[in-house]
């Protein structure tokens, strides 16, 4: 009986929003279509241009960032496999919390884990935002040593259509 050998392992850094919710699809399938494990990041981070977000749960005001982030990974892994049963490989999925800025410790987790890829989300800020503040997933193709796969939903679509019809732009690392 041959030994079933499963591929290296596909990164999907995850900020909870709709579209890491497409992102972490798209990486599923792909996964399940290679034999691959699945690592679900999110890095612990309170933004400058969105203070706060973790602290939106009032009755968990005092909790810590890492206590409040935790329990967002924990809920969004069990909606998403609660939502998409057939894909089994989302509840083998690993999760891995770690704190920092998020590109650094995107690239860092990338050294560490080697995966095939990163399939991330984009929210895909144009204009002073994005010159300003710079776009993660932008420095992320930049500046990783593995295939990146971005997924951005069209901005007249509902999440629950974007499924269908992503819209996908690769980097061309290899």
């Known amino acids: 009986m041959p030994n079933k050998v499963s591929a290296p392992p596909i990164l999907v850094p995850v900020d909870f929003s709709p579209n890491s919710e497409e992102a972490l699809l798209f990486a599923a399938n792909i996964a399940a279509c290679m034999n691959a494990p699945l690592i679900v990041l999110h890095v612990v981070h309170d933004p400058g241009d969105a203070p706060g977000y973790y602290a939106q749960r009032d009755e ?22 609660t939502t998409h049963p057939k894909l089994r490989v989302l509840k083998k999925a690993s999760t891995e919390l770690v704190s920092g800025l998020p590109v650094t ?63 996908v732009q690769n980097n061309n690392n290899e």
């Open 105 to 167: 410790r995107i690239l860092e987790v990338v050294e560490k884990t080697n995966p095939s890829m990163v399939v991330m989300g984009s929210r895909g800020r144009t204009g002073i935002s994005h010159l300003l503040l710079g776009s993660k997933a932008e420095q992320i193709v930049r500046l990783c040593p593995v295939p990146v796969t971005i997924i951005k939903i069209q901005e007249d679509e509902e999440p629950s259509e974007a499924a269908d019809n992503p819209s």
């Open 60 to 81: 968990k005001a005092l909790m810590g960032l890492e206590d409040i982030a935790t329990e967002m990974m924990s809920e969004f892994m069990e909606r998403m496999v």
